[in-house]
């Protein structure tokens, strides 16, 4: 018999045992076999290329398949593998532990890891209900954003206010209430609604996307309007929790959406970006606060709570990496020259008549198309067809239109992308 690998394409064997997440499979086309990935590049198996405007989720900001990536990588693979992080530590960690602390607000202490953004929040959601826990206090509500997006584990579901999808769920989840994000106009009536919350309810933590929420389609809001929420939690003892798994790393323009604010969160979540797009791992920082309340003489006020690839020391080496090439003088040079031409096409795509709320900030830019459109439906399909097929990766959310590019992308591909967007605002 022949190799079957010889027969038929990898995007037609994926069809016969594979499960795609995000996919309802009756209706979903086959998906794009895809071979490799190099720097702002991915190149499908007839040798096609495109580039990858989304930096593959915003994970591969620096590149894919780096070198000085791939070379740590394969590095910490001679030298150990994976041991359990309890009771064994490893320099990878350690070290990952103290570069963080150099580029964190300053309130951050102390890292716990985990292997997915979900869990980071699951974590983060686990440390707020414990810490009031073991101050003898029962809290039971969390307060989040309408729309924000958090990953899909029970908890971060519970947190998040996108929920087309999460209605066979919802009588399963945590208990939640909503808050609008903040805006110029709107923030007294915000910071009146938390005031109420507050009142009513014995809240333990506010869970944010800060600045940007991304899954809702890149809407920003005001830093000095969630300054003035996080403050009012505070005065609560609510922990505050910063969802920077997208923001991380630069994409706003500073290293963490949290460097806008003055009130600084509690808990920080990162993933994504955090290894470069090369390993799964992902981590939830606290203050010297929370980690305290976890101190005691009862072993069983200790967080008992734990992933088997906690820390593993190769996603810790490409972090450390990434963390290098993230404060290397090229990639800063690169994220303000993305910062500046995505200031420039901003301007020039605010006069276009079929163009609603164009903004950037940092490596982000967004837009709607002023018509309407399904989150999921065939005017965003066929937008998408239309990128794939000038070769650009960009994924319409409904009728936002939003690129986030791994920083690495050269100045030609980036005019290339700008131009497919136009040409896109042409067939709607
Ligand atoms: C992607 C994302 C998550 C979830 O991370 P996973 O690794 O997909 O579980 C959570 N929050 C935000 C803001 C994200 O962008």
Redesign the pocket.
Known sequence: MKNPELLEKIAARDQKHIWHPLTQHKTAKAPIGIVKAKGALIWDEEGKSYIDGIAS??TAMYGHSHEKITAAVAEQMQQLDFVMFSGFTHEPAVKLSEKLMEILPNNQEKIFFND???TA?DAAIKMGIQYHHNKGKTRDTIIAFEDG????TFG?MSASGISSYNGPFEDFLLKVVRLPVPQKENIDEVLERLNSIVSSHSCLAFVF?PLVQ??AGMKFHSAEGLDKLVKVCQEQDILCIA?E??TGFGKTGKSFACDYLQNLPDIICL??ALTAGMFPL?ITSCSQKVFDAFLSDEVSKGFFHSHTYSAHPVGCAAALAGLELFQSEEITQRRQYIAKHHNEFVNRLQHHPKVKNARTIGAILAFEVDVNMDRYGKLRDKLYDFFMERGVNLRPLGNTIYTLPPYVITNDQLQHLYDSIEGALEIV
């Open positions: 989720w915003y997915n953004g979900s929040i997006f958090h990953g899909d971060a996307e991304g899954a969802d798994i997208m993933s994504k992902s």
